[in-house]
C-alpha cells in the first residue's frame, strides 16, 4: 500500500475553517472579522500576538514583526486609538509574516475590524 501523507477525501462535501497535511503540519483557524467592538479588536490583537509568537520560527524577522505587533496593541489599549497607526503597524506585520497563513487570516480579520469600527 502507497503511504499518504496529504488529505484524502471522497465524496462529499468538505467545509473546514483550517486543513493542514503532511509533516509538522498545522492549521489554525482563524475567523473572518467578527469583532463588532473595540475590546473585541483588542482581544483580536492579543490573539494575534500569542499566534506570532508560536509561529515565530515561521517569520522572516520575527524579532521585529513582534516588536510592531507590540506597537498595535499598545495604541489599541488607547482611549481613541489612532486608526491609521494601527493600520500602518498591521501592515509592516504582514510583511513580516510572509507566507503564513493563520498569521495573515488574523491580520486581515483585524485590518477588517479596525477598518470598519475605529
Known amino acids: 500500500m502507497e503511504k499518504n501523507y496529504g488529505i484524502n477525501i471522497t465524496g462529499g462535501n468538505v467545509s473546514a475553517g483550517a486543513m493542514a ?9 482563524v475567523s473572518s472579522s467578527s469583532a463588532d467592538s473595540l475590546p473585541d ?13 508560536g509561529e515565530s520560527d515561521k517569520l522572516d524577522r520575527p524579532e521585529e514583526t ?10 489599541l489599549g488607547e482611549d481613541e486609538p489612532d486608526k491609521l497607526s ?10 513580516g509574516a510572509g507566507s503564513v497563513s493563520s498569521v495573515a487570516a488574523a491580520i486581515t480579520a483585524i485590518e477588517q475590524a479596525v477598518a ?3
Open 21 to 29: 497535511a503532511g509533516r509538522d503540519a498545522r492549521a489554525t483557524n
Open 41 to 53: 479588536i483588542r482581544a483580536g490583537m492579543s490573539e494575534l500576538l500569542e499566534l506570532l509568537r
Open 66 to 75: 513582534i516588536a510592531v505587533a507590540e506597537l498595535a496593541e499598545r495604541e
Open 86 to 95: 494601527v493600520l500602518r503597524w498591521l501592515k509592516i506585520v504582514a510583511t
Open 116 to 118: 470598519a469600527i475605529l
